[in-house]
């Protein structure tokens, strides 16, 4: 089985192997070949990780998904969610932060999402995700590099620490994708989708701070619009505001991002 910690000629070798590689064949990679047996999905059921459920579910049936329960989900997310799960037989694992909306609202004032947005996102994302992410040697992500400028750099396969001492591998099987290779692959094998993307929403958040986006737009640009914000801070170029190379080499999250407190 493969070391968590791979060293950065491990993660450069990876890479070029997989760069021009199908997403399956990544994905069969990380859940068979290399031995992982903590590794997990992270989805928000958007229509990205919505594929790579359906592809995971067929290599490795039961695989943990992994699900931000912020408490602030449009109540279409939720409801899909529940759609896929019952359909697909998924084993999705709801992770909670430590404040639920009204205790978040008691304990630092009403609306903090919109007052502190950063804020908010560590404490109903980043926190417990790394919290969760504990128990795990490897994550996979559905992240695009076409989605944002933020992700333009994103590696197949990149190290990162949860916690001081605690390395775990992330595995991005459709960097290379595009939102019409998603939209294809949903369609050829008869998958639903969020019906909030029927309404207009290119990218789907917390409903609070997820807009539609209008023509001309950017695809993230109804997340946290007229913020600056552009991530939420659980991915390792977030923390990094894609400042220098990260593919193929370990990245060392800021204190701030890579410390979950308990």
Same mark, same amino acid.
């Given at each position: ?18 760069? &021009? ?7 069969? =990679? ?63 694992? &709801? ?11 008691? !304990? ?26 504990? &128990?795990?040697? !490897? ?6 590099? &076409?989605?944002? =400028? ?32 998603? =939209? ?30 209008? !023509? ?43 410390? !979950?407190?308990?």
């Amino acid at each position: 089985m493969l070391d968590a910690a791979l060293d950065d000629s491990q993660l450069t070798g990876l890479n070029a192997r997989f760069e &021009d590689a199908q997403p399956e064949e990544i994905l069969q =990679w990380a859940l068979v070949e290399s031995g992982f047996e903590r590794i997990a999905v992270a989805s928000a059921f958007q229509r990205e990780g919505t594929a790579i459920i359906h592809m995971a579910q067929r290599i490795r049936p039961g695989i943990p998904i992994l699900f931000l329960e912020t408490g602030f989900h449009f109540a279409e997310t939720l409801a899909f969610k529940e759609r896929l799960t019952e359909q697909f037989g998924l084993n999705v694992v &709801d992770i909670t932060g430590q404040y639920t909306v009204d205790s978040q609202a008691e !304990a630092f004032g009403p609306r903090l999402y919109e007052r502190d947005p950063d804020a908010c996102c560590r404490l109903n994302k980043v926190e417990p995700f790394n919290r969760a992410l504990r &128990d795990f040697d !490897a994550w996979i992500t559905g992240m695009r590099r &076409d989605s944002a =400028w933020t992700r333009a750099k994103s590696p197949l396969v990149t190290c990162h620490e949860v916690s001081p001492g605690h390395p775990i591998i992330r595995i991005n099987p459709i960097a290379n994708w595009t939102q019409r290779d998603a =939209w294809v692959y949903l369609q050829e094998h008869g998958i639903p989708h969020n019906p909030l993307y029927d309404l207009g929403f290119a990218s789907i958040g917390c409903a609070p701070c997820t807009r539609i986006i209008y !023509a001309g737009e950017d695809e993230r640009a109804g997340r946290w619009s007229g913020t600056g914000k552009i991530e939420c801070g659980i991915q390792p170029e977030a923390a990094l505001a894609n400042d220098g190379e990260v593919a193929g080499e370990t990245v060392h999250l800021p204190e701030a991002e890579a410390t !979950a407190s308990d």
